[in-house]
C-alpha cells in the first residue's frame, strides 16, 4: 500500500486549471439600442468564449443524435469564419436566435423502505 504524504514535505500538485490561451473570440447576447445619438449594444454580464468551444463527436450510434451535432459543429464554424475579417476590437451582429431555457428541477429521493421490484429477494 502507498503511504500519502500530507504537510510541507507533499508532492505539489500540477496545477488544476490548464493554462490555456485567452480566448479572443466571444458571443455576447444582448441588444442595441440609441443613446444620445449613437447604437450602444447591451449585453449580458458574461459572454461565450468561442474559440475554447470543441466540436462535438458525430460517431455515435445514433444517426439523428450525430446529425445534430454536425449542424451544431457547422454553426460553430460559421461563426468562427463569421470573426476572421473582423480587427481587434472589432464587433458584428450575427442573426441569431437565444434560447432561455430552465432544466427540470431534480427528482426528489426515494423514501426509506421504498418498494423497488428491481432489487433481488433476500435470502
Same mark, same amino acid.
Given at each position: 500500500?502507498?503511504?500519502?504524504?500530507?504537510?510541507?514535505?507533499?508532492?505539489?500538485?500540477?496545477? =488544476?486549471? @490548464? %493554462?490555456?490561451?485567452?480566448?479572443?473570440?466571444?458571443?455576447?447576447? !444582448?441588444? #442595441?439600442?440609441?443613446?444620445?445619438? &449613437?447604437?450602444?449594444?447591451?449585453?449580458?454580464?458574461?459572454?461565450?468564449?468561442?474559440?475554447?468551444?470543441?466540436?462535438?463527436?458525430?460517431?455515435?450510434?445514433?444517426?439523428?443524435?450525430?446529425?445534430?451535432?454536425?449542424?451544431?459543429?457547422? =454553426?460553430? @464554424? %460559421?461563426?468562427?469564419?463569421?470573426?476572421?475579417?473582423?480587427?481587434? !476590437?472589432? #464587433?458584428?451582429?450575427?442573426?441569431? &436566435?437565444?434560447?432561455?431555457?430552465?432544466?427540470?428541477?431534480?427528482?426528489?429521493?426515494?423514501?426509506?423502505?421504498?418498494?423497488?421490484?428491481?432489487?433481488?429477494?433476500?435470502?
Amino acid at each position: 500500500m502507498a503511504t500519502l504524504k500530507f504537510g510541507a514535505k507533499a508532492p505539489v500538485a500540477a496545477t =488544476l486549471v @490548464e %493554462d490555456k490561451p485567452k480566448s479572443q473570440l466571444w458571443v455576447n447576447v !444582448g441588444y #442595441s439600442i440609441e443613446v444620445n445619438g &449613437e447604437q450602444v449594444f447591451v449585453s449580458i454580464p458574461m459572454g461565450i468564449p468561442v474559440d475554447s468551444i470543441k466540436e462535438l463527436p458525430t460517431n455515435t450510434r445514433n444517426v439523428e443524435f450525430n446529425l445534430l451535432n454536425q449542424a451544431r459543429n457547422q =454553426l460553430l @464554424e %460559421d461563426i468562427i469564419s463569421a470573426s476572421e475579417d473582423l480587427e481587434s !476590437g472589432e #464587433s458584428h451582429v450575427l442573426e441569431l &436566435e437565444v434560447q432561455l431555457r430552465r432544466i427540470d428541477k431534480e427528482v426528489d429521493p426515494l423514501p426509506a423502505g421504498s418498494s423497488n421490484p428491481f432489487l433481488r429477494p433476500k435470502s
